[in-house]
Each structure stands twice: as structure tokens, then as C-alpha cells.
């Protein structure tokens, strides 16, 4: 009622269709998703592209080496629908797509792994698209906490794996990408703290008492750092961590199968034979590619930035 006593609602001049119309992947059109600065002088206007903070430490540089590495050998230009994953290292994925240029991102769609993945693709100003959309992905991009020498790999240190595992199965190629620290031989030996299992609240404690039973007297449930309580997926879901000792965790495939028979659970943080390569920077500037087929190849000459093209 009140708003009819204002008067028609007359759209601000920069909302119009024209400057809004935004190509789908499929060539039709449709008004241009925008998260807008709103000032009251201007109107609405676009915010600047947030810059990944240069590297100050050797972890930090061997994560952006491997990204950069990986984006330049996998992200092509007719890559056209693109999985994005969770953790410190994919902001310098994100930044080496962002890099490529506007004209090669504009016909491409991005799919998150979660929210923070969701935020840097929005922040980026690229395209966010849905797995539902975009069941099959062209290259999925995310990172890991260890990989093993079958690439096999424990996921889920930011509580994302389901959403990753979703998306690192819907894609043709799934790429890991790590600092040296996260390359390993059987897994639990740099990630101690255990597999991330995403679990349906009710059943925690069933569930903990099969991870005892089969192998984790020492599993427990992810408890928050800044709230009381446990730590909530974004699917809604607890996580419990469960560390094995190497005897079980030598064999990746068979843990898997016996946590995933567990009845309550969601999705396990072990990814087994889905990564096509992982590409590991290390402290010498080099970067560490893992195949599939089991050959290693060493990168001497670490990318160079490309000239943004944005
Ligand atoms: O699986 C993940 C989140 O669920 C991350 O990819 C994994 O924790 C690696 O993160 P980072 O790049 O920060 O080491």
C-alpha cells in the first residue's frame, strides 16, 4: 500500500536490459548477473576484481605454482564449463583463469565446490553456474591434503569434500593441485588428523562407534573453532575425522568401500583413481607433476605471470 502512495518504482537508468544482457553458454541471453557497489552518487557501479595477495612465504609461492602450472596445461580455451574447488590454493587458480582475459571467459561458465568457492568466482566476476546445470564439466581444478604415488588422495581438511567429489566426478579431467608438503606415499603420513567422513547429524554416534570398530579408535566429530558446537557442512552436515594407521591406510580403495557401507554416511574424503595428474610446487621453484599412469614429470622453469588481460 505504501509503496503505491510513493509512485511507480521507476528502475535506475543502469539497470536497463541493454546494459544487463549477459550471453549464456548457449548463446541465448539473459540479464548479467552483478553484485553491485550501490553509492548513492553513482548508482550502481562494478567493484574492482579483488587482487590474490603475492605470496610472502615458500608454501604460499609452491601453491601458486602448482596452480599457475595447472591452469596454463588445463584450463583451454574451449574449456568451456569449469569445476572450481575449495582451499587455499584455488584463489591462485581462480587468478590464473581471471589472467587469461575477459574475451576467453565470457563463453564460460563456473561451478563451486562450496561457498568459498562460490565467492571467488563472484568476487572474480565469472560466470556461477550449478552442477545441476552443467552435469558434465569440461576440467575440474581443487586442491588436496595429501596425495599418495597412485594420486589417490584425502580430501575434506575444509570440510568440502562431498561437493569436490560431486564435481571431480562429473568432470573429463580432474586435477589436484598442492603445495610439496602434500606429496606422499601412503596417505595419513602428512595428514595425520584423519579421513574427513561427512555424516547425517543423527547418526554421528553410531557412526563414530563403526569407525572405532573398524580401525579409528580415535575418530571424533569436527568441533568448531569460533562457535560452541560441531562444524556444520554447508550441505548441513557433521564431519567426523578418522585417522587409520598405514597398515589400512595403504590400501585407499578398500577403507573407502567399508566406510561408504556405513549407513548415515554421506560422503568420505578419499578420492580414489579419479585425478588425471597433481601438480606439487616445491620450495625449489619447480613443480612436481604426478600422472595417472604413474610417470612424474619435473617442471624446471616455473611459469611467468601473463600479461593481465582483463
Ligand atoms: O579438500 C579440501 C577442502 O575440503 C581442500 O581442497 C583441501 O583441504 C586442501 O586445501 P589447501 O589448498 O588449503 O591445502
Request: net charge neutral; with cysteine.
Amino acid at each position: 500500500m505504501s509503496l503505491m502512495l510513493a509512485g511507480p518504482i521507476v528502475p535506475h537508468p543502469s539497470l536497463s536490459t541493454h546494459s544487463l544482457a549477459w550471453r549464456t553458454p548457449t548463446g541465448g541471453v539473459y540479464p548479467k548477473p552483478r553484485r553491485p557497489t550501490l553509492t548513492a552518487a553513482t548508482g550502481l557501479v562494478e567493484a574492482a576484481i579483488p587482487k590474490v595477495p603475492t605470496p610472502t612465504s615458500v608454501v604460499e609461492a609452491a601453491k601458486r605454482l602448482a596452480a599457475w602450472t595447472a591452469v596454463d596445461r588445463h584450463i583451454l580455451p574451449e574449456h568451456k564449463v569449469i569445476g572450481i574447488g575449495s582451499g587455499s590454493t584455488v584463489p591462485y587458480v581462480v587468478e590464473r583463469i581471471v589472467a587469461q582475459g575477459k574475451e576467453v571467459n565470457k563463453d564460460r561458465v563456473f561451478i563451486p565446490t562450496g561457498f568459498q568457492s562460490k565467492e571467488l568466482i563472484v568476487k572474480s566476476q565469472l560466470l556461477l553456474g550449478d552442477v545441476d546445470q552443467y552435469p558434465m564439466i569440461d576440467v575440474t581444478i581443487d586442491g588436496a591434503d595429501e596425495v599418495d604415488h597412485d594420486l589417490n588422495c584425502i580430501k575434506g581438511g575444509g570440510g568440502c569434500h562431498l561437493r569436490e567429489k560431486v564435481l571431480a566426478e562429473a568432470a573429463d579431467t580432474f586435477i589436484l593441485v598442492a603445495d610439496y608438503r602434500k606429496n606422499s606415499t601412503i596417505l595419513g603420513t602428512s595428514f595425520p588428523q584423519g579421513i574427513p567422513i561427512e555424516v547425517v547429524p543423527f547418526a554421528y554416534t553410531k557412526i563414530l562407534q563403526n569407525l572405532h570398530l573398524i580401525g579409528s579408535p580415535n575418530a571424533s566429530l569436527r568441533m568448531a573453532k569460533a562457535k560452541a558446537g560441531p562444524v556444520v557442512s554447508d550441505n548441513g552436515n557433521f564431519i567426523i575425522d578418522a585417522p587409520f594407521p598405514p597398515e589400512i591406510m595403504s590400501d585407499p580403495y578398500t577403507l573407502l568401500s567399508r566406510i561408504k557401507m556405513l549407513t548415515g554416511i554421506v560422503e568420505v574424503g578419499l578420492f580414489c583413481h579419479m585425478a588425471k595428474a597433481a601438480y606439487f610446487g616445491n620450495q625449489d621453484g619447480s613443480v612436481t607433476i604426478k600422472w595417472h599412469d604413474g610417470r612424474v614429470e619435473q617442471v624446471q622453469k616455473p611459469p611467468t605471470p601473463v600479461v593481465d588481460k582483463h
